[in-house]
């Protein structure tokens, strides 16, 4: 059975090679073009493919695209990050798009949320996010977002797989049926006027913010943004080259915001990633508060306001056991997923939940229909609450204190199923069951890198060790690959 195209994420790899290599993205674009047409209605392997499958609105409804004739091409709306690749990459993805007859507008460098935000109210039929997010900038990959501005579920990602490997696609098309491209101008200056249509209450005078881009999609945008919302804002890592991106910098390594916060006496810092779906928070003190932070401020004072239902908040199985503590003491409930934004969305959206997110710095709260990570977003929330209530970064939280934790990552030679390594799942069970409720376990290979993750997490940091180095053992002879990387210590270090 060959590899699946995508991830938990996308599709992401090396930028050039196998699934990236150029013929390959063209290939993918064509597979889009013929999921979003109603040519490809029973042309491929798999059969019929109905309209909801990229959540477009049937034929008669459809305002996204462009009419031909009696046909009607879908467009779609193209954004990257700051990679030195991602205008090959695009090039390659539209070039099938058109082929397969949809109209590609390009948008530039934008975040991933501005892809989202301007496929929903722009009417686009697909927005597609050319990053590899966090990854180094040789990577490069692709998210797909339907015209409601998510990303694509499991069905409609194998429906865009099946085509892809049907050997019934075909990359001839007449030419009256090719697709435009345009630029679309001032995208970036689209996603920023409705942002600030959205603050139009929100006042962040006396904060001193220092803002972290990582050198990606958000540079210069979110300095702007807040500086309009009277913030007083020092912005680094600003100057992106196409391979600085997250290079120690931005969300993926805040070092130098916490020392840059501290240096200046600002009351705060916010670093995101390189397509700016993820917010990492540094308080007036240099210390990092993760997404957890997060959740633990805005989920009290969203239920105080009426604006939590059912109680609860989303987060995965990688969320501090010690926010599930903190939480029900306030009668709130947490409910765990598995890892990755797209699943708090699939349980938001089926259960009508109002805040979700992720320890990475992923937070998802519903806005005017759109339900998709914002880092800029959730850094103006937790900003406001700063600038309203007059208290302190370092008391966001409002006496949450995580569990010591450690996670720690290596490279495999192989995902063989956790359950089917005889030592490795036979020690996992066994260092659970010594824990107890006094701290969890979570192994999971990464859905977006060749590697193993392990997480412990204890009330006493005392018994990290003890649970963590013989389960990176039994790992490392069963199936690694190089000597582990220990990611984190502490949820606040």
Known sequence: ???????????????????????????????????????????????????????????????????????????????????????????????????????????????????????????????????????????????????????????????????????????????????????????????????????????????????????????????????????????????????????GCGALDPRPLRRAVKRLGADAGVAFDGDADRLQLVDEKGRLMDGDVVLAALAPRLLARRRLPHRTVVGTLMTNGALEVHLRQQEINLLRTPVGDRHIVAAMTAHGYGLGGEPSGHLLFPRRGLLTGDGLVAAIACLRILADERIAASELGGGYRPWPLEIVSFKVRAKHPIDDLAESSRVIAETTAALGQAGRIVVRYSGTEPKVRVMVEARRKRDLKAALDPIVAALQREVGADAPDTAKTGARS
């Open 1 to 247: 059975m060959p590899e699946r195209l995508f991830g938990t994420d996308g599709i992401r790899g090396p930028a050039g090679l196998d699934r990236l290599a150029p013929s390959a993205l063209a290939r993918l674009g064509l597979a889009v073009a013929h999921t979003l047409t109603n040519e490809a209605r029973g042309a491929l392997d798999s059969g019929a493919l109905d309209s909801g499958a990229l959540d477009l609105p049937p034929r008669s409804a459809r305002t996204a695209g462009t009419r031909v004739g009696d046909a009607t091409r879908p467009r779609v709306l193209l954004g990257r990050d700051t990679r030195i690749s991602g205008p090959a990459v695009a090039a390659a993805v539209t070039a099938g798009l058109l082929t397969g007859g949809c109209d590609v507008e390009d948008g530039g460098i934008l975040p991933t949320p501005a892809v989202a935000l301007l496929t929903r109210r722009r009417k686009f039929a697909l927005g597609v996010v050319i990053s590899a997010s966090h990854n180094p900038w040789p990577d490069n990959g692709l998210k797909l977002l339907g015209s409601g501005g998510a990303k694509l579920d499991d069905a409609a990602e194998r429906a865009v797989e099946r085509a892809f490997r049907s050997r019934k696609l075909e990359a001839g098309t007449e030419p009256e049926a090719v697709g435009r491209a345009s630029v679309f101008a001032g995208a970036s200056d689209a996603y920023e006027r409705a942002l600030l249509s959205e603050c139009k209450d929100v006042r962040l005078r006396r904060l001193h913010v220092v803002v972290d881009p990582g050198h990606g999609a958000q540079s210069g945008l979110a300095a702007k943004v807040l500086r309009q919302l009277d913030a007083k804002v020092t912005e680094i890592h600003a100057d992106p080259n196409g391979r600085n991106i997250n290079a």
